[in-house]
């Protein structure tokens, strides 16, 4: 009985390890392209245009962080808005655009690939019967919710936000 349990804890720890050096593996591959994008609108943004140097300072500070979090992600956030912007202003040089355009295309595809390692790794951790073993030995990761080039909702307050079909359910009922 000892043999199965320990051999069982094994093979999870090794499958949640394996799991999570793919998360970071693709992690490694999308963020220095963050980095480099952060550079780009920072040049692009010149003489503080679009945004305050104050700004990009505090933006810059969340940037650096190793790991996907809420805050990291704002960050994010609040740069694809200065691209969107910067690519909506008709004084904006087409050659920038298009530059902006590709990096987009490459983030968001990075960010996919991402995403799906992070799921895969968060479905294992939290399926059963793993979750038995796993469930406060492992946190799940943050998704990297955030498509760059259109408009997004601000990750730290989108999940306050009550869905429209919620509440059409409510007024339906007819509360009293």
């Not at 963050?34 to 503080?48: A, D, H, M, P, R």
Request: glycine share 2%.
């Amino acid at each position: 009985m000892v043999l199965i349990i320990t051999s069982t804890r094994y093979f999870l720890n090794k499958n949640i390890v394996s799991k999570s050096k793919d998360v970071e593996k693709e992690w490694n591959y999308l963020k220095p392209e963050i980095n480099s994008y952060f550079k780009l609108i920072v040049e692009l943004n010149g003489s503080g245009k679009y945004i305050s140097e104050d700004s990009l300072d505090l933006i810059s500070k969340k940037v650096d962080e190793n790991i996907c979090t809420l805050d990291f992600l704002e960050c994010q956030f609040f740069i694809n808005k200065i691209s969107l912007m910067m690519t909506s202003d008709t004084l904006f040089f087409e050659a920038f655009k298009d530059t902006l355009q590709l990096r987009h295309r490459k983030l968001n595809l990075l960010a996919s690939n991402y995403n799906d390692e992070v799921l895969k790794y968060n479905n294992f951790i939290r399926g059963f019967p793993v979750n038995l073993y796993t469930y406060k030995r492992y946190k799940t990761k943050e998704v990297f919710d955030l498509v760059y080039g259109i408009e997004n909702m601000n990750p730290k307050t989108k999940y306050d936000e009550v869905p429209d079909w919620m509440l059409e359910i409510e007024k339906s009922k007819d509360y009293k």
